[in-house]
């Protein structure tokens, strides 16, 4: 068993999951390289290594329960716990249409990776999250899943009219309170996290804010003391509305 703290970062082998693994590592924490091209997994690690953070590569597809399974088997075996599990893998591949004019297939497909890939992954973690002093769960959200914001007809995201991303992200918020809920009894703690928009491959690298300042807020809710808060939804700056 590891000395030191053990996190899982799904989607971690580029953008804003290679970054929170970044932050992560810089803390001491071992990092667990979740990705689903065991290759670019492995460039990923390696190139975090090669900065100084404990990085090991994890073939992971959120969206296949044989590999999920897999890896919380090897996870178990080689860790015998989890300390950190960041849900960040995520998909976008809608560009704009109408709500009223969106396939069902783009709901099925987006709702594959972001929300029964984050059940999946967490059912499968949470064993080993247990095995930890104070396990910890960040769930990589985005503001076009907050209620609040996206019903503002003067606020930033009417124009986002991203009918399977923005429900994927309301659905994960929700999926976060209830999690954080259950586990209100004992030491582990369930926060979702709003990166902001940040250039990434997700969105053709649009975005205003870098993939390391997308990190900010997941690495510090990853890393939150015993007093610190669980069932919020929070950014860099603090709290975000529902």
């Keep these: 068993m590891s000395d030191s703290k053990v996190a899982l970062v799904t989607g971690a082998n580029k953008g804003i999951g290679y970054e929170i693994a970044r932050g992560l590592g810089e803390t001491g924490v071992t990092v667990l390289v979740g990705a689903r091209d065991g290759e670019r997994g492995a460039a990923a690690a390696e190139k975090l290594a090669a900065e100084g953070v404990t ?13 999920v399974t897999a890896a919380a088997a090897l996870i178990e075996r080689e860790y015998g716990r989890l300390d950190i599990l960041v849900n960040n893998a995520g998909i976008l591949v809608e560009r704009g249409q109408p709500p009223s004019r969106t396939p069902l297939e783009l709901l099925e497909r987006t709702y594959a990776t972001n929300v029964y890939g984050v059940v999946a992954v967490t059912n499968a973690m949470l064993p080993l999250l247990r095995e930890a002093p104070a396990g910890r769960i960040v769930n990589l959200s985005s503001g076009l899943g907050s209620m609040a914001l996206t019903s503002d007809p003067g606020g930033p995201y009417p124009g986002a009219p991203l009918l399977a991303y923005n429900s994927s992200k309301s659905a994960l918020n929700s999926i976060t309170v209830t999690y954080a809920n259950e586990l209100r009894d004992t030491p582990i703690k369930v926060n ?14 649009a975005g205003p804010r870098t993939p390391a300042q997308g990190a900010i807020a997941a690495v510090r809710l990853a890393t939150l003391p015993e007093d610190g808060p669980t069932a919020g939804f929070f950014d860099d700056a603090g709290v975000v509305p529902w």
Excluded: F, M
């Excluded at 990085?55 to 959120?62: G, Q, T």
């Excluded at 709003?194 to 990434?200: L, N, V």
């Design 55 to 67: 990085a090991v590569p994890l073939p992971l597809d959120v969206t296949d329960p044989l590999s």
């Design 192 to 205: 979702a996290a709003d990166p902001g928009y940040c250039a990434t491959n997700l969105n053709g690298h």
